[in-house]
């Protein structure tokens, strides 16, 4: 029983961290305006994750500005003048990258 409260109180991270991650890639610059963002499929490799996760994350990062998602094209990576920069979130995800900017 010990292994799987552990597992549940670890679990409901996973989609945060994750979103924190992709969004520490964008302000970093590995990620520029503009740019493409890797397949589902692939980011899902990357950070260890399901699909599922990463299409939650996506959602969260297109919801505040970062990136734009359209079918056939992919997830494009938005331009600084659209962040919600003043969203609490992405204040805390861009502070560590303010300085290289």
């Known amino acids: 029983k010990k292994a799987s409260a552990d597992t549940t109180t670890r679990r409901p991270r996973v989609m945060p961290d994750v979103t924190k991650a ?19 499929n692939e980011l899902g490799v990357e950070y260890g994750v ?11 990062l297109a ?3 970062l990136v734009l998602s359209r079918p056939r094209i992919g997830t494009v990576v938005c331009d600084q003048d659209n962040w919600n920069i003043i969203d609490p979130q992405v204040l805390a995800w861009h502070a560590p990258h303010a300085l290289d900017d």
């Open 22 to 40: 992709i969004a520490s890639d964008i302000f970093s610059g590995r990620y520029p305006a503009g740019s493409s963002l890797p397949t589902e």
């Open 63 to 65: 919801a505040k500005g």
């Open 50 to 60: 399901s699909r599922t996760v990463i299409r939650e994350a996506l959602k969260v």
